[in-house]
């Protein structure tokens, strides 16, 4: 059995690298491709907390409220949840999983 090693965290170091404008940039980036996915009436949003860098996405404007209210916009653009037209011309809402379990030998 391997021996137990102790790992203890220099918390102002790593706080220091959360807070880098390096870090802010890869989560501003991240943002940015999401509200880009989003579309019209989405927006990033940075604004660093305290201990961490932040970033978020949100809407702008009616449009955008509309359609996040209507088809869920941004659960889409984050890999959750996106509309499915069933074969019988109904539509749901459902994970790629689900929809790939269901459509799976059709073409």
Known sequence: MAPKIKVKMYMPGVRQV???????AIVDREARRLADAAGIGFDMVSRPYENTSRAYVETVDQTGRERQAADGILEGVLGGRIQHTTAAGRRIWATEAQIAHWTRGRS
């Open 18 to 24: 959360l807070r880098s404008p390096e870090v802010q």
